[in-house]
């Protein structure tokens, strides 16, 4: 404030206080909607539809659990409210040679998405043996293989009344490997997706800019099924379909935000060769954004744009952003349209020295998680509910 204007200013308050003029008090702030929304999500609901999730195995692409999965995740959305149900269509043939191929690296320091590697590192590998899952249920239910050919994923978007046709993609992947129950990767991601959908479904939440809910299919084959969309809707962006219906079925991409494994931060590999049995204290949500997409910097931006939604309306852990995005549905888009991924661990540095033991291992079932698991998923939920519903213009109708 230059000095003139501050004069100004002092005249200005004198003409409301020295001559006995009574000023209104200020008005009290509006409560923020947004945490009204948030207290929507609750430990419990959440846990309960990962255990949803998990009674269809690891829900691996090309089978009949995969699909019986598929039509519950969107029977589900249905009842939310989210009925404008559609599904993406594509063919899946794997290739060839064995193995999802990330490519020769001879530096040991460097780790997946162009990160640095420190401390001490248990390899990741993925369990293809049945035997190894001990509890002969689950392996009969894990038993039938997969089968080349027709593959689909599900969506459905709420409307946006100001902007029908500009939209945020929140995202997870539905299906897994490893014959466990695939709760954490990822049934942790796709729970938060369809929660977010609930609420954002519910007849009293309006919001300005669209929101579509996508669980894809074919994520532990490559990104498959995330590819088929980007490759067949891409180019649908924007387009008023039928002309002047006001209908948008491709709203213009404006951010996509991908959940991938949110439960277990217990830290490091300690010196043994072992991972501590509980939560970390410190555990975080890490949000990433890949430094050489062509959108980095806009990434970069919507990454600490939810950064700062955890603080304000995550209840227990603090969210932390990373340059190295990586290995998840995210990538596909991320030279279109600002890209994030939003996890348990950074994928490179963290996950790729094994902080996580039960990454696409039999293990990764339900009940090995505890409630302070759970929970660093549910901080996960809010953190995007909050930032979702500020980037859309988030409102809440009273008596509705
Ligand atoms: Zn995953």
């Keep these: 404030m ?3 204007s501050m004069h100004v200013f002092a005249v200005c308050v004198c003409v409301g206080s020295c001559f006995g003029q009574q ?20 430990l419990d ?15 691996r692409q090309g089978t009949d659990r995969n699909r019986a999965a598929i039509d519950w995740v969107e029977a589900k959305l249905k009842s939310y409210g989210c009925t404008n149900t559609e599904r993406i269509r594509y063919n899946y043939q794997p290739p060839e040679s064995a193995g999802r191929g990330r490519g020769a690296n001879n530096d040991p320091t460097v780790g997946p998405g162009g990160s640095r590697r420190r ?34 994923e599900v969506y459905c978007t709420k409307i946006g009344t100001a902007h029908p046709d500009e939209m945020y993609i929140v995202a997870a992947h539905m ?14 991601g796709t729970a938060l997706v369809m929660e977010l959908a609930r609420i954002f479904s519910s007849s009293d939440v309006t919001t300005e800019r669209s929101i579509r809910f996508a669980l894809w299919n074919n994520e532990e084959t490559g990104l498959t099924g995330a590819r088929a969309y980007v490759d067949q809707r891409k180019d649908l962006q924007g387009i ?13 991409w404006l951010g996509m935000i991908q959940h991938d494994m949110l439960l277990f931060d217990h830290g490091m590999p300690l010196p043994d060769g ?4 509980k939560q970390r204290p410190e555990a975080d949500i890490n949000i990433e954004y890949q430094v050489n997409a062509k959108l980095s910097d806009a990434a970069m931006i919507l990454a600490h744009k939810f950064q700062l939604a ?30 994030i991924s939003i996890r348990e661990d950074e994928r490179g540095a963290q996950l790729g020295n094994g902080w996580d033991p039960q990454h696409h291992q039999p293990t990764d079932v339900y009940s090995t998680y505890s409630d302070d698991d759970f929970r660093l998923g549910l901080n996960a939920a809010q953190t995007t509910l909050g930032a979702i519903a500020q980037l859309t213009g988030a409102k809440l109708e009273a008596g509705k």
């Design 175 to 188: 299906d897994g490997i490893g014959w466990g129950e695939a709760a954490d990767d990822d049934g942790s």
């Design 240 to 252: 008023e379909s039928p002309p002047g219906s006001g209908q948008y079925p491709e709203p213009k």
């Design 274 to 277: 072992t991972i501590p049995r």
């Design 310 to 339: 955890d603080d304000k309306y995550a209840s227990d852990y603090p969210a932390n952003v990373g340059p190295h995005m990586t290995n998840t549905d995210s990538t596909p888009f991320m030279d279109l349209t600002p890209a």
């Design 2 to 4: 230059s000095i003139r």
């Design 45 to 59: 609901r959440y846990k309960e539809t990962i255990k949803g999730l998990t009674q269809f195995g690891d829900r």
């Design 119 to 152: 401390g001490y590192r248990i390899t990741e590998a993925v369990n293809n043996d049945p035997m190894k899952q001990p509890d002969v249920k689950l392996r009969e239910l894990n038993s039938q293989p997969s089968t080349p050919g027709p593959r689909e």
């Design 23 to 42: 000023t209104p008090p200020p008005p009290a702030p509006a409560a923020d909607p947004i945490v009204a929304m948030v207290g929507r999500l609750d």
